[in-house]
C-alpha cells in the first residue's frame, strides 16, 4: 500500500510536471538538452547518445543511450512524462538505457507513473526489438501487475517504424522529420531527425558519415548537433580504427556540412576521440579547432546535460555532470 507521504509526493509531483508543460507550451522556444555525449566506451562523464528536444509542451527523446534516465533525472524530467522516443538506428549504444527509461516511467514514483503505452518511433527493425523487451522483461511485468497492480497500459509500447525520409511526428505545432543518413557499409537504416517548432529548427545527425542527405533537411536549421570523430593519424591505419573512421564523420566532413548548411550554432556531438599508440586522445578542443578552420561559424563542444535554449536568440548553458 502506498502511505499517506507518498501519495502527496505523487500528487505534488504530478502538478510540478504539469506546470512546467504548460510553460513550455507558452513558450515559442525549442529546447534541447544533450543527455548523453558519449560512445560506446563506458565513461560517467559522457553517457551514451541521449538528446532530449522539447517544444511547444512535448517532450521528445532522441536515442536513449547508456545512463539516459539518470540523466533524464538531473535533468528534471522523469521518464514517464516524455511524449515520444525517436530511434536513430538499432545500434546497442544508442538502445541500452530503453528498458530503463521504459519500465522506470512505469513505476509508481513522481517522475514516473506512466499509465499510457510509450510511443517509440524508429526504423524498421524497431518492433521487433520492442516485442523482445517485453517478453525479457515478462516476469517483471507479470509481478508488478499483480502484486502492484501497476496498469498493464503503461508497459506497453505503441510501435510506428518508418523506411524513408518521411514526417515521424506532427502535433502541437512540433514536426519532426526522420532522414536517411550514410552510416557505412551495411550499416543501415540509419536515420537523422529534423524537428520544427514555432519557425525554429533543430536538426539531429544521428551516426552518419558526410551525407549530402543530411545538408538537404539540415538548410535554415537553427542548430545542428552532429557527431564527430578524430583519431591522430598514427593509427589511422590500424583496422579498427579505420573501420570507424569508414562509418562516421572526420572533422573535415563535419566543416563541409556546416559550411553549405549555415546554422547559427553547430553542437559537436558523440564524439569519438580515438587515442594515440600511447593512449592520449584528442582534447575536444583540438576537434573543434580542426573543424573551424574551414568553417567560420559558432560552435559548441557538447557535454552531458548541457542545455541550448533556441529562440530569437541561442543560449548556450553548460552543467557539468556530477
Known sequence: ML????????????????????????????VITLLGTGTPNPRPDRMGPSTLVEAGGQRLLIDAGRGTTIRLTQAGVGSGVLTAIFLTHLHSDHING???VWLTGWLPFPTGARSLPLRLIGPRGTRAM?????????????MRTSEERLPRSGVAFDVREFDADTTVFDEGGVRVTAFAVDHGGELRPAYGFRVSY???SVVLSGDTRFSENL????GDADVI?????????TVQTQPSVAFRLSHHSSTADVSRVLT?????????????????????????????????????????IGEDLMRIVVGDAIDVQRSRPR
Do not use: C, W, Y
Request: aromatic share 4%.
Open 3 to 30: 502511505t499517506q507521504a507518498f501519495r502527496r509526493g505523487l500528487i505534488a509531483g504530478a502538478f510540478l510536471l504539469f506546470a512546467l508543460g504548460a510553460a513550455a507550451q507558452r513558450s515559442s522556444e525549442i
Open 98 to 100: 530503453l528498458p530503463d
Open 130 to 142: 520492442a516485442q523482445g523487451l517485453e517478453a525479457a522483461f515478462a516476469e517483471d511485468i507479470r
Open 198 to 200: 514555432g519557425g525554429r
Open 215 to 218: 545538408i538537404r533537411h539540415a
Open 225 to 233: 548537433v552532429h557527431e564527430v570523430i578524430n583519431a591522430p593519424t
Open 260 to 300: 553549405q548548411a549555415k546554422p547559427r550554432l553547430a553542437v559537436l556531438n558523440h564524439l569519438a576521440l580515438v587515442p594515440d599508440q600511447d593512449g592520449r586522445s584528442p582534447t575536444p578542443e583540438a576537434v573543434a579547432a580542426a573543424v573551424s578552420q574551414t568553417h567560420n561559424g559558432r560552435i559548441e
